[in-house]
């Protein structure tokens, strides 16, 4: 039986590295946590998808009966509880660990701080609309800024659960966009000025979560960027690392 290969993420470098793989002679497990996310995958014959969110201990168990040769944690670069939980359980079951880590992104106009509630907390000492990248996670968080649902558009990916939440939360049906990226500078700029952003919200996403095309189009439209930075600590090999490696473990001749 071919060996197995488990990759964690419903993000593009997630989908992208199962994508590439496909022409391995491997059997590949891709982890997705939403409907939205199983739309997105790739689809072959060795590819099995699972929409599913699990915790530790259910990792763990389906590592120790399923027995991968390596789990690829390709996850979110803030989604830090669940790259925790994919540690620890590959941790207990002995299973080989890669981190995916995403090349971060730096600009000298941006305006940092540490966390959403801190974006928040900011965000409530100044004035102007502000326009809202930073997804659905959040929305909770960001409906406690005073005047939100008239302040803040925002944009979500165009999942039925992401848009039910924003309404859920108060925030206005002619103040929300859902869309997926890939976005470029136009278009960001585009909708920035359509809103009459004063301030861009983003998380410092790298450049496969477009945070250059953001950055860049904040200025064109004359916004100012407030960048949610994430933890600087993550320790592991790149995209182009963590391909080359399967290449070189799996691929023939």
């Known amino acids: 039986m071919m060996p197995l290969v488990w990759i964690f993420g419903g993000t593009s470098e997630g989908r992208c590295l199962a994508q590439a793989a496909l022409s391995l002679p491997i059997r590949l497990r891709l982890s997705v946590a939403t409907d939205y996310g199983s739309d997105l995958a790739p689809r072959g014959e060795n590819l099995e998808i699972w929409q599913r ?5 259910e ?3 389906c590592l120790q009966a399923d027995r ?3 789990v690829i944690d390709a996850t979110h670069p803030y989604a830090t509880a669940v790259t925790e939980n994919i540690h620890a359980a590959c941790a207990a079951a002995g299973t080989p660990y890669i981190r995916l880590v995403r090349p971060s992104e730096e600009t000298d ?4 701080v540490s966390s959403m ?3 928040v907390e900011f965000l409530s000492q100044t004035e ?3 326009f809202l990248t930073t997804g659905s996670k959040d929305l909770d ?3 406690t800024l005073p005047d939100y649902a008239s302040r803040i558009a925002l944009r979500i990916l165009p999942a039925l659960e992401s848009l039910e939440k924003a309404l859920r939360l108060g925030y206005e049906r002619s103040r929300i966009v859902c869309m997926q990226g890939p976005f470029t500078i136009d278009l960001n700029a585009a909708m920035f000025r359509f809103y009459e952003a004063a301030w861009v919200v983003t998380k410092e996403s790298g450049q496969r979560g477009g945070f250059e095309e953001k950055a860049a189009a904040a200025q064109k439209a004359g916004a100012h960027l407030l960048v ?3 933890k600087d600590d993550e320790q592991g090999p790149a995209y182009d690392d963590v391909w080359r490696l399967l290449e070189e473990r799996y691929g023939q001749g």
Do not use: N, Q, Y
């Open 141 to 143: 968080t960001f409906a």
């Open 68 to 70: 991968p040769e390596l």
């Open 128 to 130: 102007g609309p502000i």
């Open 53 to 57: 969110r699990l915790t530790a201990a």
């Open 117 to 119: 509630a801190e974006a």
């Open 109 to 112: 106009t941006a305006i940092t």
């Open 59 to 61: 990792m763990t168990a």
């Open 228 to 230: 949610v930075s994430r």
